[in-house]
């Protein structure tokens, strides 16, 4: 199954990372990268929109201009009552204990991930993706 993946983060080198780390797995994706916390809730109109639903995985960035991923969560949970929400892995250049303790207690985050995504995460991500739709 074809699983749409959001990459929500405003350094455009973090960006291509993710982006080819996901193409190098044994997945099957859709790919839409965002470089702010706006442009991505806009892409989440745009998925209701064009496909009826949100997309199944967010990699988002906590520290950006503008729209913060803090505020992302909070408009994502907001503007989408009623519709599945993504499983959300919130990706750090930064070691930030507060951010992670915050993270971690947060009902719409699945994980907190070092930049950059390692392959063996992603694989990580791609089991708990697969049980999920199993269930």
Known sequence: MKLTTFIIDDDLVSQFATRYCIQQSH????????????????????SIEEHNRL????????????????????NL????????????????AFANATDRTIAKGHGLIAGYVDKPLSRSYLEKILKEE???RTV
């Open 27 to 46: 997945g099957d994706f859709d790919i839409v990268t965002c470089s702010s916390g706006e442009e991505g809730i806009q892409a989440c109109f745009s």
């Open 55 to 74: 997309p199944d995985i967010i990699f988002l960035d906590l520290v950006m201009d503008g729209m913060n991923g803090w505020d992302f969560l909070k």
């Open 77 to 92: 949970q907001n503007l989408f009552k009623g519709h599945e929400l993504p499983s959300v892995y919130v990706l750090s």
């Open 130 to 132: 697969e049980k999920k």
